[in-house]
């Protein structure tokens, strides 16, 4: 499903990714895992598309397509879905609201009817429940004033809506209290079928006892300096990232 | 009716005020014809709407004569308690030497009258005197630039720190005739110093006193100013002041400005953020009783992009007293990243006293962040209640609320001996009089 | 963001939609302004003395005013004696019902997307339509005149209503006003008049549509609404002008009078013609609105939606004499392109126990120039008087400005004011987070202004609610540079 060879990127004049390659199958979970600054949060921006990022070497294959070409809506429109680690607010626009437009848009784009509004609630009303959201939250402004877990919960909300191919949850479980992280985690596991797959990005191993990833891969200083199975996250938990820092500098 | 001919005033004080010219006679005569083109503003004049400076001039001054020697014997009452700092002093505009002495060493700051560093063609003063100074927009600054009759010349070195405060004193003494004072700052703070300046004004005497300022701030790149005006005089004046603050690049400032007496208060706060990343504070009080008009008018004029401003003014009003602000920021083209606020609260006390507030926002560059909000009310009746519940008295309890409001912008006042000392004039204040 | 521009562009180059002409035969009078051009004004109505004294006497008042030089806009000297001053569109006998009106004139309305036939009967809006300032159809007269409801052109209430007129006719905006409304009250030739009576409730929309069509010439309406005790009426009026190389004046004069518990709703869509993108052409827009709250507890609620005029000058202001009463002004103003706006509301409240409202959102974009200017004046016996103002501005782009002049004046101890303002673009966060879910950049600054001004489009009757979001989707759409 995605293919990434050899990607680098900067901001600035900073280089941050410094060669990453990945291969992700549908139906796997991988989670990228790695000490602050390491990059994580870069890989996940740059595959959804922020102009701020400038990929400077390697390329990325998305069901076929080369994904570095295309705009950011494109990218939603052919399956990507990013899950933001700080949901932004819109004043003034429902979640209904920018639901509706994104989701018909993404049906424009794929030669798909828009949705009538009774079939599009009702749709709303499903999924809705898959992260136990309550509809007068969709009826305020698009994340303003939600609290942290609130807008994690949109977000997964959001998610199963759009129906993504490849779902990318940045630091999902940041600001979360164990209730919540076990509610966005619970929904994050029934939108998992054989034909998608998602790549958690984490700081923690906490979050990988509520989604149980395939494959996990530690970033360090821009690259994948180990991978290895879900047994390898246990052992960062046990061990720290220092561990995994000297093997670096030895090697 | 009366059948009185208009009056030129204008004309009548460039009469009474002609003077032999003893320094910058060129700037002067400039300035002097600005001062006629422009004439003193009327009632009709936008930035003098609410605050009749002009007819103040016109009703309670004959303009003959005004030299009148001050006649003051001793400074310390009007001195800052325990304040250990270079004392300057200027007695109706004229310089007191015996009043006055610098205890910083010359090589961390030159301090000398103004006509003094004309005369000794003081590099600084070359450059920098009248260069900023608002002579083409407003009257009272082209007047002071035609008529000034001294000053206080500060200039501290690159990369100095001083240690200790300026503090510059302006004393009028109107026991035996009206007064009319035309007093100037030039302070040069250059590349990477650090200094703070005091200024404060008293007056004693029954008569009325014109006092009006021009000061000039030059705050050159990665400079601090800390700079702190105490307006108490609790005499039948009338002053009028023009600062002008010019930053570079880096720089960083504090300005607070206090008001509690006086007659009719009018103080023109400019400042040019002319450099990037710039920092600036400014703050101000007015706490005002009896007939005291007090207008603040302040500008921040953002020319260059990524830097801050904050302006917090408030102000009580009791008695017939009325509080005028207007604050204008400007963001000028390309002055990208910006972000400037302010904020002008105000607490109306008696039934006679009134506001006038307009913050202004002019802003030309997209990428900003800028916001103004003011309010004018009471004190919160809920936390008067509140207090009172707990069996504190009501003028108590609205005097701590009061005294609550206020202190917030003491906060910025780096100087424990002088942020105490302003503490105490506002608990004063607000104990016998509110 | 380089896209950004780029779809800036293409929106910016869109045509002006209602930019046609009609042929129209039209009965005018010759260029110019003189005592001479009002008496023909006047005779061309039929009106009474009285009325033409008035005229003569705004005349007078006006020639010894000077044009105001305070708001924050520039433009070319304007030459009064450039402009003709009265245009009707010919009609052998004035129509007494849609049959007899001139088809090109049913087919101007249709399309402006006013039908002034059955389309509205259903959406249950009465509508009078201004031509070049002459009314010249009124829907529904009778249905409401069942209620007692007057509503009908300004000539025609001269004539069947003149008590009524007569009474109210400068009561809230005198003559001697402003230079503006002097000109309005010398030459004004049509406009709307609407008289509710006592504890009606006017079932349906009354909405005014004026439309300039000849060239050369300035539209000059006014429009009188009052409001008896306990009623209340919502007021819809709506504005079109063709492309045109020249520029034209467009001087209006709104009255509402609420009486004791008396409610106006007045809601305003503004679209004349802006000018070219090159800053060419486009309507001079210099309106006096003024709401007077003169009973206890009565209320007057403005909504604008400004998005047309190459310059616009108007503060739809409200004076709170009745205790209790309570004023409202929600706006937004969008410029674009080389549009100048200044506006913005007074609120000046004298009774006691009055409450005001404001709720400003400016955007900019292009060259455009953008100023909200208001005041809320507390009067020395206003005793517990309560106003919010909020005013925002978005700026897109960084070629345009947005400014803002709040004027603040309590004179009483007891009242509460709080004034917030904020400048800020459109967040590239914000566009990212839509882009992310696969809405396209257009239609993400669209979703997102709305969103931005949803405050005030909330005021907006359902019909008017709808264009209003066109428009402003219309001119703005992915201007985010």
């Known amino acids: 499903m995605l293919n990434i060879k050899n990607l680098q990127a900067k901001i600035g004049e900073k280089q941050i990714l410094n060669g990453i390659d990945l291969k992700v199958n549908a139906g796997e979970v991988h989670a990228i895992m790695g000490p602050n600054g390491s990059g994580k949060s870069t890989l996940a921006s740059v595959l959804s598309g922020r102009e701020e990022y400038e990929v400077t ?138 034909n998608n797959a998602t790549i958690v990005v984490t700081h923690y191993q906490r979050l990988l006892d509520y989604i149980v990833p395939d494959y996990v891969h530690v970033l360090y200083k821009g690259k994948i300096v180990k991978s290895g199975t879900k047994e390898l996250a246990l052992e960062l938990e046990a061990k720290g990232y220092d561990w995994i820092k000297s093997e670096v500098t030895v090697a | 009716m009366s059948t009185s001919v208009a009056r030129d005033i204008t004309s009548e004080i460039i009469d009474s005020l002609r003077q032999p010219f003893n320094a910058a006679i060129e700037q002067r005569s400039q300035a002097l014809e600005q001062f006629k083109k422009l004439g003193l503003p009327g009632s009709r004049h936008e930035e003098y709407r609410f605050t009749p400076v002009t007819r103040y001039l016109e009703k309670n001054f004959s303009w003959t004569k005004n030299d009148i020697e001050g006649n003051i014997a001793s400074a310390v009452g009007f001195l800052i308690p325990q304040l250990d700092a270079n004392v300057l002093v200027l007695v109706n505009g004229k310089f007191n030497a015996s009043l006055s002495k610098v205890i910083s060493p010359a090589s961390e700051i030159t301090i000398t009258t103004l006509s003094e560093a004309i005369r000794s063609q003081h590099v600084a003063v070359n450059e920098y005197f009248n260069k900023f100074v608002s002579n083409e927009s407003d009257a009272f600054a082209a007047m002071n630039s035609a008529f000034w009759q001294e000053g206080i010349f500060v200039h501290v070195p690159e990369n100095t720190p001083v240690e200790k405060p300026v503090f510059i004193l302006h004393l009028n003494d109107a026991t035996s005739a009206q007064v009319v004072t035309q007093t100037r700052i030039l302070a040069v703070i250059e590349k990477g110093a650090t200094v703070s300046v005091i200024e404060k004004s008293d007056s004693i005497g029954e008569n009325t006193i014109f006092h009006n300022f021009a000061e000039e701030w030059i705050v050159k790149e990665g400079a601090h100013l800390e700079y702190c005006k105490i307006q108490n005089d609790s005499g039948k004046i009338c002053q009028v002041s023009n600062s002008v603050i010019h930053q570079s690049a880096a720089s960083k400032l504090n300005t607070f400005t206090l008001t509690l007496d006086g007659q009719l208060i009018r103080n023109n706060l400019h400042i040019l953020i002319d450099g990037e990343q710039c920092e600036s504070h400014f703050y101000g009080l007015y706490l005002l009783t009896g007939n005291t008009l007090a207008d603040n008018h302040t500008v921040v004029d953002h020319k260059k992009p990524n830097s801050f401003s904050n302006e ?6 009791d008695g017939n007293s009325k509080g005028v602000f207007n604050g204008k920021i400007y963001v000028r083209p390309h002055a990208q990243k910006t972000n400037a ?53 009501e003028a108590n309890a609205k005097a701590m609320l009061l005294y609550a409001f206020a202190a917030e912008v003491l906060e910025p006042i780096q100087n424990h001996t002088l942020k105490a000392y302003l503490d105490n004039l506002i608990a004063d204040r607000l104990q016998k009089n509110f | ?53 008035w005229r003569l006497k705004s005349f007078r008042q006006w020639q010894k005013m000077t044009e105001p030089k305070w708001p924050n806009v ?67 007269k009778e249905k409401l005149s069942e209620l007692g409801i007057i509503f009908c052109s300004f000539s025609e209430a001269v004539k069947e209503h003149p008590e009524l007129v007569k009474k109210y006719l400068g009561s809230v905006v005198p003559m001697s006003d402003n230079y503006f409304a002097a000109l309005n009250s010398a030459v004004f030739s049509d406009g709307s008049f609407c008289y509710i009576p006592k504890g009606v409730r006017c079932p349906m929309e009354l909405s005014t549509y004026f439309r300039i069509n000849a060239a050369n010439t300035g539209q000059f309406e006014r429009t009188l609404i009052v409001a008896d005790e306990g009623s209340y009426v919502s007021y819809l009026e709506g504005c079109t002008a063709p492309m045109r190389d020249e520029n034209q004046l467009h001087a209006a004069v709104v009255e509402l009078y609420a009486m004791k518990g008396a409610e106006i709703k007045y809601s305003t869509v503004q679209n004349w013609y802006p000018g070219d993108k090159e800053g060419k052409g486009g309507i001079y827009n210099f309106v006096t609105k003024r709401g007077l709250c003169a009973g206890d507890h009565s209320k007057i609620s403005w909504t604008q939606v400004e998005t047309g005029s190459a310059i616009t000058w108007k503060y739809p202001s409200c004076i709170l004499k009745g205790d209790y009463s309570v004023g409202e002004f929600y706006s937004v103003a969008v410029t674009n392109n080389y549009q100048q706006a200044d506006t913005g509301t007074k609120m000046i409240h004298i009774g006691k126990n009055t409450r005001s409202r404001i709720v400003s959102k400016g955007i900019s974009a292009g060259k455009s120039q953008n100023s909200y200017r208001g005041q809320v004046h507390v009067m020395k016996r206003a005793t517990n008087a309560r106003n919010h103002s909020q005013c925002d501005s978005l700026l897109m782009g960084d070629q345009c400005g947005a400014h803002t002049f709040p004027y603040i004046d309590v004179e009483n101890n007891s009242a509460r004011i709080e004034h917030e303002a904020t400048t800020s673009k ?25 969103g931005y001004a949803k405050e005030v489009l909330n005021q907006l009757p359902m019909e008017f609610a709808v264009e209003a979001q066109k428009l402003l989707a219309l001119t703005l759409e992915g201007s985010v540079g």
Request: net charge negative; aromatic share 8%.
């Open chain 3, 1 to 53: 963001m380089s896209k950004g521009n780029q779809v800036l562009e293409e929106i910016t180059s869109k045509e002006y939609e209602h930019g046609w002409t009609v042929n129209l035969e039209t009965d005018e009078a010759p260029k110019g302004l003189n005592e001479d051009i009002v008496r023909f004004i006047s005779a061309k109505k039929n009106e009474p003395e009285w009325l033409l004294e």
């Open chain 1, 57 to 194: 070497g390697g390329e990325v294959d998305f069901l076929g397509k080369d994904l570095l070409e295309l705009s950011p809506e494109d990218r939603a429109r052919e399956g990507i879905f990013m899950a933001f680690q700080y949901p932004v607010e819109i004043p003034g626009v429902s979640t209904i609201n920018f639901m509706k437009t994104a989701l018909n848009q993404i049906r424009e784009y794929r030669g798909q009817q828009a949705l009538d509004a009774v079939s599009f609630l009702q749709l709303m009303k499903e999924k809705m429940k898959l992260v136990a959201i309550d509809q007068s939250l969709l009826n305020r402004s698009l994340n303003e004033g939600f609290s942290g877990g609130e807008k994690k919960r949109n977000e997964i909300f959001q998610m199963a809506m759009l129906e993504p191919k490849l779902a990318i949850l940045d630091e999902t479980d940041s600001g979360l209290d164990i209730d919540a992280l076990r509610i966005v985690a619970n929904g994050v596991n029934k939108l998992r079928n054989k």
């Open chain 3, 426 to 450: 459109i967040g590239e966060d914000q566009i990212f987070y839509c882009l992310q879910r696969g809405i396209d950049e257009e239609s993400a600054v669209a979703l997102i202004v709305n």
């Open chain 2, 312 to 317: 917090m003014y408030k102000g009580i009003m």
């Open chain 2, 341 to 393: 606020f302010q904020s002008n609260r105000n607490i109306i006390i008696s039934d006679t006293a009134t506001v006038n507030t307009k913050p202004q926002l002019e802003i030309w560059a997209d990428d900003v962040k800028c916001s103004h909000g003011c309010t004018s009310g009471q004190l919160d009746e809920g936390a008067l209640f509140y207090l009172r519940s707990r069996g504190i008295a």
């Open chain 3, 74 to 140: 520039t433009y070319p000297v304007i030459n009064y004696q450039d402009i003709i001053y009265y245009s009707a569109p010919k009609q052998k006998v004035k129509p007494n019902s849609l049959d007899e009106v001139d088809p090109e004139l049913i087919k101007t309305f249709e399309k402006l997307g006013i039908s002034l036939t059955e389309q509205k009967r259903l959406t249950g809006v009465a509508v009078d339509a201004v031509i070049d300032s002459v009314s010249v159809a009124t829907t529904f």
